[in-house]
């Protein structure tokens, strides 16, 4: 598809100025339980155009990309945006419209690996669960391979063109030991299908089941508290990106509002958005609107150093914007993180483990994401943790509470950072030690 085309199309029929996107993508996917129970594989190109008529402003998207089918589209959001009332801000669609040069986002095995591919990835993950432990047996998972390529044309400049591909995986495992159930879930996620660690998430997986069957709960008490990667991970995620956002803090929906050049958070605290590492899935060489994407550091140890901004939001307060546009194809774009960086500490796990006279080392929780991140106020449950006591882990435990308010608890209680570092989807972290926690158990 000619997307110059598009655009001139949307011209011809009464925008003052318009963007067009167009997202072509393609998915291999594979669900299984201890074998494989389904399969799936999709191409979607999807089409979105933002119309201007003066200060209205319309988003339509469309999957019919035939010419009777955009021509629909293209009158349909004109239409829409005579028809709707003006935006005292708006202040017009991205002027700068170029791309970042990023080499390793795109992996030809990857995008062109077939469902055949996949299930020899599949059964070696099986087949590993299966010999991590002789309690343990796989009961869900999901193995994905995909590819997209995006192409972003506007009235001041373009068309620009960015390839990405990724595989990601996710595995549930089961074990019964002396009539007792205990799980453990994992996944992992990469640029491409060879840097997935299926065998490895598998195996650790299947050896840590049988762990949690029989864990106990703890007593409402304060604890240290020592959280995985993953775990910081969700919460930072959770928390830290919808406050970090400009349009949130523009509509009053951010605790940062008015915190720039503030200590925030604990010193300990370096906080870098990323988009233009490939080994992040979530780079790219530009963002939804078609602004290069760069790097910037957002904490500073602990200080506030910048929101993250699109068009709309930086020309509202007449800045540059951050490069932080995400949006679907049928939705007005908004800011949001690339990906958070948490700056790897000094500690080792082992040597976090030995500073803790009573505490826990949480390895999983449910539920943070009913955390409330315009009041700060945290909420997760402890579904998998390890108990520990005078530096050593004495069992494994679940069923207790984490809450508070996240601000001050990561201003305030942060004593450690681990070597050890591990990307998530939109967050990588190493693990935290935080001190006196108050959790909530029996």
Known sequence: MDIESVLKLALKYGASEAEIYLLTSRAVS??????????????????GIRAAVGKKVAVVGTQDISDEGIKKAVEAAVHIARASPEDPDWKGFNEKVESTSIEGLWDKETAEAGPEVLREVVDSALQAVFEGSKYSRPVRGSFTTSSSVIEIVNSYGGPVRGEGTSATMSINVKAVVDGREGTF???????????????????EASKKAPEFAKATRI?????????DTLVASSIINVMLSPALSALNIQERRSPLKGKLMSEVLSPELIIEDVGTDPELVSSRNFDDEGYPIN???????????TYLYDTYTAKKEGIESTGNAWR???????PSPNHLVIKPGDSSLNEMISEVKEGVYVLRTIGEWLSNPVSGNLNATVTHAYLIRNGEIQGTCKGFVISGNFYR??????????KEFRHSIRVSSPHMLLEKIKLAGE
């Open 409 to 418: 608890v990561f201003k305030d209680r942060v004593r450690l950072l681990s």
């Open 328 to 334: 679907t194809y049928s939705s007005n774009p908004a």
């Open 30 to 47: 594979l669900k299984t339980s201890d074998k494989i129970i389904s399969s799936s594989t999709s191409k979607v190109a999807s089409l």
């Open 185 to 203: 879930n994992d996944f992992d996620a990469s640029v491409s299908l060879k840097k997935l660690r299926f065998i490895q998430i598998a195996s």
């Open 295 to 305: 790097d910037k550091i957002v904490f500073d140890s602990g200080v506030l150093k």
């Open 219 to 227: 007593r409402t008490s304060t604890y240290d508290v020592i959280l």
